[in-house]
């Protein structure tokens, strides 16, 4: 088997160690973190908070917006929370609670997010035409196919540093 794929198994299995340290964390070691949060986070080259700082605005937008509807799918199937999405609600409140919370994580969001960028990301997840659109409901499969099959940990590891905890 490739190192690659091993490395990745075991990352999903929360047993990648290091000489130095062992990744693995309790949640309450880790501030309220899923299992293998810590070793996904370093493998994937998410700890330095800047991983929507390397996308294009468009994609940053669709990313975070891809976060919340995720992390709405994760609450209602691992939690039964059918906050948000899932309770035929309009989700924007919930929606701009995720933003500013996203607004609050000191160096999360590029440096060309304001106010109007704000906005305009509000926009992207409510038009009618866009993926991203906070009205329906997303599954992992659906992040898998629209993207890759990595980014569903990407998201719920972005998710977990917005809200600073696990979604179980």
């Not at 899923?34 to 370093?42: E, H, L, S």
């Not at 209602?76 to 999405?85: E, K, L, Q």
Request: one cysteine or more; glycine letters at 8%; a positive charge.
């Amino acid at each position: 088997m490739p190192y690659d794929k091993i490395l990745l198994s075991r990352v999903l299995k929360g047993r990648l160690e290091s000489p130095q340290k062992d990744l693995r964390q309790s949640s309450s070691q880790s501030g309220g973190h899923n299992p293998g949060f810590n070793a996904i986070n370093q493998f994937m080259g998410l700890g330095n908070d800047d991983y929507p700082h390397k996308l294009p605005q468009t994609d940053a937008f669709e990313q975070l917006i891809d976060c919340f509807r995720l992390r709405c799918e994760d609450e209602y199937s691992f939690g039964g929370n059918t906050a948000r999405i899932y309770n035929d609600e309009n989700p924007m409140r919930e929606f701009k609670k995720f933003l500013d919370l996203a607004e609050k994580r000191k160096g999360l969001l590029p440096s060309w997010w304001s106010k109007a960028k704000r906005a305009e990301c509000i926009k992207l997840a409510t038009g009618e035409s866009s993926w991203a659109n906070i009205a329906y409901c997303v599954e992992k499969d659906d992040i898998m196919e629209h993207y890759d099959p990595l980014m569903p940990m990407k998201l719920r590891v972005l998710g977990e540093k917005i809200y600073r905890k696990g979604f179980m």
